[in-house]
């Protein structure tokens, strides 16, 4: 494979948990730095990670394979390791000559030591006010070609105090979260991470113009997922595995370009080799972008996947999308039906008695459900594990009359993590309105069973 006729530098810009929610996407989130840089260079539109959480996101993007492949099916400072750090994407540049540098976050290893650049700079901090200083501090006199790993640890949360009031009372939140104070001001804050993030990109922007460096420099800004808000980081949701990818330099990313078709960051390690002419490793699992910059083809993949096996718990799930449709399967064998019988009556408490799924081995109690016909349920996997209330009383599956059960007394109602009433007038929720209402609030702002 040929390289560029002069090697160019590499500049890897990532942040945590921003999503596309940055001004060059079309959102009221000012990043002036960012917008430059696509203006300049190329944008990916619809550019997905590999998993939409911390430390898979980042692996899968530098080795070039999907987590369930390369070992990181959860997160770093969790335990979670490569099968083989050999496989980084640092180790074929090494041999191509590149000096590589890592400066911030890297989230694929407690020890950084271990993955294999030349140089890393250990900072008490990955906020954007100490990486982008170090950053232009290791690019001052950098044997070339380098490539270069800047990591900044916004827009994580916590975010930054909101710095405008202006924000605090307009900022929108994402469609899928109701619009009042709360969710406007934790927009607010998470512009403010922002626009830190943006003064970062911008300093090691203006650092590499000033060194003369721009010109011969691939300049790679993206993150690892989605908005930690609900239906973004940790889901397959296009809120969860949509990232932003701007791109500028040698080889075509110039111009301020569009693209629109389907990428994923797993094309990003063979596109590098390309660059860089190195011969892609026969493990990588994505394809090179050049193709596509070039206009030589209109699209790289029929299909996208991702998967999410760890973040905070056991949650294994994978997804394929292709430009109109997703399917997304869990293979922890738990359903996202409510608990049905075969024959006819309702669903009750009828007795205490450890669950099998919810305890998980406990011996502390929770209610066990019977149905009037007989076939035992566990309704507190339902009820407890989802986080959703229910009503009283739940249909069969026969469809048949909607008994009220008895109120329970008070020692049992503070022990149940449902609401009460003693009659149920609907399917779906008792006669107690506001219990009611609440309960509706939250089915409207989830996704389907």
């Known amino acids: 494979m040929s390289a560029l006729p002069d090697r160019p530098n590499i500049l890897y810009i990532h942040s945590?948990?921003?999503?596309?929610?940055v001004q060059p996407y079309g959102y009221s989130v000012p990043t002036p730095n960012m917008q430059l840089l696509a203006d300049q260079g190329t944008l990916f539109r619809r550019a997905f990670c590999a998993a939409p959480t911390c430390s898979g996101s980042r692996a899968a993007l530098l080795t070039g394979q999907h987590c369930h492949n390369n070992g990181m099916t959860g997160l770093a400072h969790r335990g979670w390791e490569l099968n083989d750090y050999g496989?980084?994407?640092?180790?074929?540049?090494?041999?191509?000559?590149?000096?590589?540098?890592?400066?911030?976050?890297?989230?694929?290893?407690?020890?950084p030591g271990v993955i294999g650049y030349d140089e890393v700079r250990r900072l008490d901090s990955n906020l954007a006010g100490l990486v982008a200083p170090s950053a232009l501090d290791a690019m001052e006199g950098a044997q070339e070609?380098?490539?270069?790993?800047?990591?900044?640890?916004?827009?994580?949360?916590d975010?930054?105090?909101?710095?405008?009031?202006?924000?605090?009372?307009?900022?929108?939140?994402?469609?899928?979260?109701?619009?009042?104070?709360v969710t406007r001001h934790d927009m607010a804050a998470f512009k403010a991470s922002v626009r830190s993030l943006d003064q970062g990109v911008g300093a090691v922007l203006n650092g590499l113009h000033m060194s003369g460096l721009a010109d011969n420099t691939l300049v790679i800004c993206t993150t690892d997922h989605g908005l930690a808000f609900p239906k973004a980081k940790a889901t397959l949701l296009d809120g969860g595995i949509g990232v932003m990818l701007i791109m500028r330099g040698p080889g075509g990313f110039n111009g301020g370009k569009v693209v629109d078709s389907m990428?994923?960051?797993?094309?990003?390690?063979?596109?590098?080799c390309e660059i860089a002419g190195v011969d892609p490793?026969?493990?990588?699992q994505g394809k090179s972008l050049m193709p596509l910059v070039k206009g030589e083809t209109a699209a790289l993949h029929d299909e996208i996947f991702a998967e999410i096996t760890y973040h905070a718990a056991y949650e294994p799930q994978r997804a394929v999308r292709t430009d109109r449709w997703k399917y997304i399967r869990r293979f922890d064998g738990r359903s996202r039906r409510p608990p049905r019988c075969s024959g006819s009556g309702s669903l009750g408490p009828s007795s205490w008695a450890p669950c099998p799924c919810c305890a998980r081995g406990s011996s502390r109690p929770r209610p066990r459900w019977d149905c009037r016909?007989?076939?035992?349920?566990?309704?507190?996997?339902?009820?407890?594990?989802?986080?959703?209330?229910?009503?009283?009383?739940?249909?069969c599956a026969s469809g048949a009359a909607r008994r009220a059960q008895p109120p329970p007394t008070p020692s049992e109602r503070d022990r149940r993590p449902w609401h009460s009433a003693s009659r149920c007038s609907s399917s779906?929720?008792?006669s107690a309105r506001r219990s009611c209402s609440r309960s509706a609030s939250r089915r409207s702002r989830s996704s389907r069973w």
């Open 16 to 21: 945590h948990d921003s999503g596309r929610y």
């Open 87 to 111: 496989q980084h994407l640092v180790h074929p540049l090494k041999k191509a000559g590149y000096r590589t540098i890592l400066v911030g976050e890297q989230h694929i290893s407690k020890d």
């Open 145 to 157: 070609p380098f490539f270069m790993s800047i990591g900044f640890f916004e827009t994580h949360r």
């Open 159 to 181: 975010f930054a105090a909101p710095n405008s009031v202006r924000d605090t009372l307009y900022s929108l939140p994402p469609q899928n979260l109701p619009d009042n104070l």
């Open 263 to 272: 990428v994923t960051q797993l094309d990003i390690y063979p596109t590098l």
């Open 281 to 284: 490793p026969g493990f990588l």
């Open 373 to 395: 016909c007989g076939c035992p349920t566990w309704g507190c996997c339902w009820v407890r594990c989802t986080s959703r209330p229910r009503c009283w009383t739940w249909p």
């Open 428 to 430: 779906c929720c008792c």
